[in-house]
């Protein structure tokens, strides 16, 4: 519930004003938080102006927060009741093998919804078409697809937690050696590829507390609950998310091999969880090799990918449509720094287009996101009526009184001023546009028609 608040608080609504925020946080405390996501996206609601990301990753954000900090929990402390019990020498209730089986399958649910929905989404498909779109069109393979991910996270939660269970048997310092140990190794890995920075446009210090937490999040949800969506470069990436979802099964083999483990835990137990873990990496073996075969072959080699996140938003932009380089400015600035003079070189020369033809991505809260120096300047003239000009070579000299106001056209025109722009265009008034303007006799007839004393 903490996370989900600093969520609201600090990330998705900071901007929206306190009111939007207590409200959020208020849904949050009620423990509607769930059905409330669910709902929006199911209505289709559109993202916000001033929020950071669209209903369906606030939904899945609280999700994984879900897992993270009640599902997973859970599961080890169930299934560190059941190993307990054995090594006792007592048996198991039915009751407690059934509910640890609702709750992976729960798990596994959560996790393969996850996946489904993103990949699915026809807005994240014409993005990125390279990543999204590994879902088969067939309704039966669909179907099939879905349940092998159901499966295969279940089957991933089990062996994880098996391996922490087992860890926490030697000494209850263990498993929090080896978490640490193994989200320190991630974190380090990001700052080693300078892919550190979570995608979230958030500047400063909230920016870094956010990637630091994020980091942790995801790390530890992808290791137990494998969910296909963080294969994405902006999360763990193709290649480290197929090379951990491994990495457990082989510890776990190994930390069962060891005099320790045969110290703590009676033999017949010992004998069980070898058994446990071959079958379970029977089963992840196989159900991977389903997913394989089931998925558009297309994208398996989204997989073993090594792009990083700032690799990823660069080409998109540099090889991508207007679509996909329209996206850019949903990302932190921090991963397209180094092309920052080629987005800006785009959007200034595709303003006026876009002003007249109304691309369906040109909207307000798109030309919101829009850094101030990259938005072009409409200039009103006799040779640039309603033109649309660069901001960075429009000259503008516009008088101003002592007491520091700008002052009015009127009062320009009375000076002898004139406002200059880009390609000598000016402004005058209409009847004398092209012809020498007369100041004495404009200043005669103005104080006739009594528009000035």
Known sequence: MI????????????????????????????????????????????????????????MTFNKCIELFAESIPGIIIQLSAIVSTINSGENVTMTAYLSLAVSLMTTGFTSATISYDFDTDPQKRAFNPEFYGYVPDDGRKRAFLFATMML????????????????????????????LGDIAFYQMYKVARRDFTYWVPLEGVAGLVVSGLVRVVVKFVVDFAAIMHFRHPYELGGLYFSLNMFLPLLGLTVVLASDLVKDNLSESTVELLTSLVTVLGGSLTVLLGAFLLLMNKEYRHTFFSFDSGHKLTRRLFLEGDDV??????????????????????????????????????????????????????????????????????????????????????????????????????????????????????????????????
């Open 152 to 179: 295969l996270s279940s089957t991933q939660v089990l062996i994880k937690a098996t391996m922490i269970v087992v860890l926490a048997s030697i000494g209850s310092r263990f498993p929090v050696y080896y978490l």
């Open 3 to 58: 996370l989900q608040l600093l969520v609201v608080a600090l990330v998705q609504y900071r901007k929206k004003g306190m009111f939007r925020i207590l409200k959020e946080s208020l849904i949050v405390l009620m423990g509607s938080k769930a059905p409330v996501d669910a709902y929006r996206v199911a209505m289709g609601a559109e993202m916000e102006t001033d929020a950071q990301f669209d209903p369906m990753t606030e």
């Open 324 to 453: 996909s380089k329209a996206q850019v400015f949903g990302s932190h600035e921090f991963q397209w720094t180094p092309i920052r003079d080629k987005v800006k070189a785009w959007v200034k020369e595709g303003w006026a287009t876009w002003e007249e033809e109304k691309p369906e991505w040109f909207t307000d809260m798109w030309k919101a996101s829009v850094p101030e120096d990259m938005i072009p300047m409409k200039v009103y003239g006799e040779e640039a009526s309603g033109e649309v000009v660069d901001s960075d070579r429009v000259k503008i000299n516009e008088p101003t009184k002592a007491n520091g106001r700008r002052k009015s056209l009127l009062e320009g025109l009375l000076d002898g001023r004139r406002l200059s722009v880009y390609k000598d265009a000016k402004i005058s008034p209409v009847q004398t546009e092209g012809a020498n303007f007369d100041q004495e006799d404009f200043l005669r007839q103005m104080k006739r028609r009594g528009s000035i004393m």
